[in-house]
């Protein structure tokens, strides 16, 4: 809308005031009209997608997700729903294709306590320093494991499972406040000074016996998590401990020694510091490096992609060191608005996290949760149902159409769209387009494939609205003059699986992230 004033008007403060009100009125209005997902209008710009073959960046490693909190709670359920349930996870063509997974060992909380919330009092494998260790502790975490490694196995043939061993909090006896969710004070670390050794014992304890007596092999183990947070205080709702700069390098240093005197440094590595944002994790990263001994204990950096900005810099930074960034926990903390809202927001993060972190692997924080957090879960069900049903949730769909599509050996390829990822197969075969559409107007995609040889006349498109209630629409496609044309619906995911083959002249990109492509 387009208001003209006049003389009259500006000469009358009574008339200006109407005329101000009435402008206020209908901004508002006009605003209101645009914040539900209309697929009847269009944005008026077409948003022309370029694709660089050429420029390879990482090689997916796989998509994932922790296991705490809710396999401790799902573990309870029957045999035959924990393998349906985990069957979905694993499934490499029906199901979300996770090969990774987050063990959490747990501390173990100490027993009169009642503060953690439901579920998320994980139990611990050693009451008390002078205890034996109870390995038929956490039965219902490791049911859920062992069906995740079956179910995979069972789909693929092989394991290509990897496993990191995570903690939360060292067990309540080694604790300064006798509490798990931490010390009694704000960004202190509770971790008594004289059990930095003993904790460390542990943990490898912990991995040791399962693979010894499990064949359960973790491929790193992380001895904290979120460790610069300054939430984890006595008492609190979850385990949590927090670390300062010195005490993560004296506990790395503590179980890079156990890891080598117990001779397990042959299948198993450190991997660190899962800070909860991109910055806190790469100003952690860069004192590692000044410590000058611990970035070569590790073998991996994790972090969590819940907020900061430093993605290139951390991706650049671990180039440097020869290391691998995974996006190791993510979902929508501090986001705001709607579920729905929520979900295309973690969609979002997903393609810049992959765009721009260069991470080979994202794992998400809950597979599955409570219905009143639908917007966490993958799979949803009621805590307090004693049916115990379990249904996939909207943000199961959404995710797949990475997880399912841009497959462990997939190479990510550059393209100049902010929201559209795209990968090619190892034999150059297939390639996949993924274009995310969050905005509450439908979007209208030219997607230029001529840079690819033996295109295909036909590609699958995948589609997920959010609003959806059915999951996955799939259909065939045929290709427009080598392009793809179309109108991304308001609130949708949709990937294309393209036939091509494509010759091997390709090179993998260096460097500057972006290689001076510009992003729409």
């Not at 604790?175 to 943990?203: R, W």
């Not at 992959?354 to 991470?359: M, P, R, V």
């Amino acid at each position: 809308m387009i208001l003209k004033t006049n003389s009259s008007i500006t000469k009358c403060p009574t008339l200006l005031v109407l005329f101000v009100l009435l402008l206020s009125t209908s901004i508002s209005l006009a605003a209101q009209t645009i914040t539900k997902l209309d697929n009847t209008a269009t944005l008026n710009h077409t948003e022309n997608v370029s694709i660089y073959p050429s420029l390879k960046r990482q090689v997916i490693d796989g998509w994932g997700g922790s296991l705490c909190w809710w396999a401790n709670l799902i573990g309870g359920f029957s045999d035959a729903k924990v393998k349906q349930i985990c069957d979905s996870i694993t499934d490499p063509k029906h199901g979300l294709n996770m090969n990774i997974f987050r063990f959490n060992i747990g501390g173990g909380d100490d027993p009169t306590h009642t503060h953690l919330g439901y579920g998320k009092n994980v139990p611990g494998y050693k009451a008390s320093a002078a205890a034996s260790y109870d390995w038929n502790q956490d039965a219902n975490q490791r049911k859920i494991l062992k069906q995740l490694i079956a179910s995979r196995i069972a789909q693929k043939g092989v394991n290509d499972i990897q496993l990191i061993a995570f903690s939360n909090s060292p067990p309540h006896w080694m604790t300064i406040s006798g509490c798990v969710s931490g010390h009694e004070a704000k960004s202190t670390c509770n971790l008594q000074p004289s059990m930095f050794v003993p904790f460390a014992d542990y943990l490898t304890e912990v991995v040791k016996h399962y693979h010894d007596s499990l064949g359960i092999t973790f491929n790193t183990v992380e001895p904290f998590n979120e460790p610069f947070s300054d939430w984890w205080t006595a008492k609190g709702g979850q385990e949590g401990c927090y670390f300062g700069q010195n005490d993560q390098h004296t506990m790395i240093r503590e179980l890079y020694s156990k890891l080598v005197s117990k001779n397990m440094t042959g299948y198993c590595s450190i991997s660190a510091m899962d800070a909860n944002n991109l910055d806190d994790g790469y100003e952690g990263i860069k004192q590692y490096i000044a410590a000058g001994d611990i970035i070569s204990k590790i073998s991996r950096i994790d972090v969590h992609s819940y907020g900061g900005t430093q993605r290139k810099a951390l991706a650049t930074l671990a180039a440097s060191l020869g290391k691998k960034v995974w996006q190791s926990e993510s979902g929508p903390l501090w986001i705001g608005g709607s579920a729905n809202e929520q979900i295309m927001f973690i969609a979002n993060r997903i393609v810049t996290d992959i765009k721009e972190l260069q991470c080979p692997a994202w794992i998400d924080w809950q597979i599955a949760s409570d219905h009143k957090g639908p917007q966490w879960g993958l799979f949803v069900w009621k805590y307090d149902d004693p049916s115990n049903y379990v249904y996939k949730s909207i943000a199961y769909y959404i995710r797949a159409q990475f997880s399912r599509y841009i497959k462990q050996g997939y190479t990510i390829i550059d393209n100049n769209h902010k929201n559209v990822l795209t990968a090619i197969s190892p034999d150059e075969k297939e390639l996949v387009v993924t274009l995310n559409n969050a905005d509450v107007f439908s979007r209208k995609f030219v997607v230029d494939l001529s840079a690819f040889t033996g295109l295909g006349a036909e590609a699958k498109q995948v589609q997920t609205l959010v609003t959806a209630t059915t999951g996955n629409i799939e259909t065939t496609v045929h290709l427009i003059r080598s392009s793809i044309i179309y109108d991304a619906p308001a609130g949708s995911v949709t990937t294309y699986i393209i036939p091509i083959h494509q010759s091997s002249s390709s090179v993998v990109a260096k460097g500057e992230i972006e290689n001076g492509i510009k992003y729409n």
